[in-house]
């Protein structure tokens, strides 16, 4: 399974807000493809990275922002596709970029 409903689960800080995120509810959401645990553009310019996130918009696989490049934030600069999810394993969050808030997978019934 790589789509989830995602519900907000607190700020930058990670703590509770009231804020809401529009982006949860755009329609252009697909089911992704599963991301190759990779950056493409760390192997193409020869660096590394820590960590990796997946564009919920398109399936752009980029590295985190304690990698030397961050990818995934420069895919949010170029793009502004909004949402990114970790890929680690045993990680399941997201982001938005816009908002700045954290997300959580819906609790399956
Ligand atoms: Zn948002
Ligand atoms: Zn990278
Ligand atoms: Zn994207």
Redo the contacts with the bound molecule.
């Keep these: 399974m790589t789509d989830h409903t995602w519900h907000i689960a607190g700020d930058a800080d990670g703590n509770p807000t009231t804020a809401s995120c529009q982006h949860l509810t755009d329609d252009d959401h697909h089911p992704l493809a599963p991301p190759r645990l990779e950056?493409?553009?760390?192997?193409r310019?020869g660096?590394?990275?820590v960590h990796?996130r997946q564009c919920l918009s398109c399936g752009h696989v980029?590295?985190c922002d304690s990698?030397?490049?961050?990818?995934?934030t420069?895919h949010w600069n170029q793009t502004r596709h909004p949402l990114v999810r970790s890929v680690q394993p045993g990680e399941s969050w997201a982001w938005c970029y816009p908002d700045e808030l954290f997300l959580l997978p819906e609790e399956q019934p």
């Design positions: 950056c493409p553009d760390c192997i310019e660096s590394q990275w990796l980029g590295c990698s030397p490049r961050r990818h995934a420069h």
